[in-house]
């Protein structure tokens, strides 16, 4: 029983046996190795995302406005009943979902009577 791991420079396959104790010492090296990269990439993330909210900049996308050109083509499409959802979804390249979510934003837009 044993473990195998490919090797990135030359291709070749080197088998690592669990069973005896210096293949038991590689595997916890590799393991230690790569457990302190994974948790030094981590601390430089939050470093990272800490450094950008003390400089004001905040992440991820910008939230859809009401006044987006897509999102009122779609209201006026979906309001006009000429058109069904799928026709409309093909014609604008969006899912379903999508149409549903500018329909509801464009209807929170409009004034209610």
Not at 36 to 64: D, H, S
Not at 69 to 79: D, F, N, R, S
Request: proline letters at 4%; hydrophobic letters at 40%.
């Amino acid at each position: 029983m044993g473990l195998q791991a490919l090797l990135p420079d030359n291709g070749t396959c080197c088998l690592i046996r669990r069973l005896r104790l210096e293949g038991q010492l590689v595997f916890h090296i590799f393991s230690a190795l790569a457990q302190f990269e994974r948790r030094l990439i981590q601390e430089r993330t939050q470093a990272g995302l800490a450094a950008a909210r003390a400089r004001g900049r905040r992440g991820g996308r910008r939230a859809l406005q009401p006044g987006d050109p897509q999102v009122q083509l779609a209201y006026t499409m979906y309001a006009d009943h000429h058109w069904t959802v799928d026709e409309l979804c093909a014609t604008l390249r969006i899912s379903r979902a999508t149409c549903y979510r500018y329909v509801a934003l464009a209807r929170r837009a409009v004034p209610k009577e």
